[in-house]
Nanobody, 121 residues
Framework: VQLQASGGGLVQPGGSLRLACEASGFTLDNYAVGWLRQAPGKRREGVSCINSDGRSYDASYVKGRFSISRDKSKNTVYLHMNSLKPEDTAVYYC????????????????WGQGTQVTVSS
């Protein structure tokens, strides 16, 4: 199992980015995948997650600004980030759940390497 995150970078406040997580060794038909982030000096926190049936969930602090989607033909999950704020600055990770549904932080069993997102003017 491998997850390859990409798409991070430097963006101004109010800007947008799209992160991509290319999965291999498993299919999105059978497992949920989520995005999490970790800012300097803070704990890792969940951002968004998508079930194998396509149902998705967003954390309250990104709801309305971020959304998660997937392309099963590419076995890739995306995180669309709009109206970015300086407090969104973090390393963003994608991770695979143990099963088909988003069941929380403790159920992630495989992680990508992370991609840095910096929101600054």
């Amino acid at each position: 199992v491998q997850l390859q995150a990409s798409g991070g970078g430097l963006v101004q406040p109010g800007g947008s980015l799209r992160l991509a997580c290319e999965a291999s060794g498993f299919t999105l038909d059978n497992y949920a995948v989520g995005w999490l982030r970790q800012a300097p000096g803070k704990r890792r926190e969940g951002v968004s997650c998508i079930n194998s049936d396509g149902r998705s969930y967003d954390a309250s602090y990104v709801k309305g600004r971020f959304s998660i989607s997937r392309d099963k033909s590419k076995n890739t999950v995306y995180l669309h980030m709009n109206s970015l704020k300086p407090e969104d600055t973090a390393v963003y990770y994608c991770a695979k759940q143990q099963g088909r549904t988003c069941d929380g932080y403790v159920k992630y069993d495989s992680w990508g390497q992370g991609t840095q997102v910096t929101v600054s003017s």
